[in-house]
């Protein structure tokens, strides 16, 4: 019979710790199942989920965009954690979903802060997105960036 020891640190297949996320899922059924998969991606790229925002290295808001009350939710919520960036608490924050797609420009000009934005074709990529806004705060306090090319649905402000 074979054990395995979940903490063990010599594991070559285990994915390295790369920081830590925060995710908060808005809107539909469909939007959970995005949030899943988005949660599932980070997760097997070594990204760390953590339970309050604050806490975390990045936040990853999957909005909803398709009704005014949801919109507004969205919006409320990304001011809130873009308010812990400008604290200090978080390092950057990530709209994804149905109105970081939808309403790019507009939620540029509405949440200023904003590190990357990731539309509902993007999810998959959310993991670079994720990477790309921690090198963005490597490069400003001098370490050396990574020149990326823009990835399918991964949008700078």
């Known amino acids: 019979m074979s054990t395995s020891n979940a903490d063990s640190t010599n594991s070559s297949s285990a994915p390295r710790e790369r920081g830590t996320f925060a995710f908060v899922s808005l ?9 899943e998969r988005m949660l599932g991606k980070l997760a097997m790229e070594g990204f760390s989920l953590v339970g309050d925002a604050a806490e975390a290295d990045v936040v990853v808001v ?3 965009g398709f009704i005014e009350p949801a919109r507004q939710e969205s919006l409320g919520v990304l001011r809130e954690m873009v308010e812990l960036k400008t604290g200090g608490r978080v390092k950057a924050v990530i709209a994804a979903g149905c109105l970081a797609e939808r309403d790019r420009e ?3 000009d509405q949440v200023p802060g904003l590190d990357h934005l990731v539309g509902v074709f993007g999810r998959e990529e959310i993991a670079q997105a994720v990477e790309l806004s921690l090198e963005r705060i490597g490069a400003k306090r001098g370490k050396k960036r990574i020149a990326v090319e823009e990835l399918k649905g991964i949008f700078s402000p």
């Open 27 to 35: 809107g539909c059924p469909k939007n959970l199942v995005d949030s």
């Open 62 to 64: 999957n909005t909803c």
């Open 106 to 108: 507009g939620l540029r």
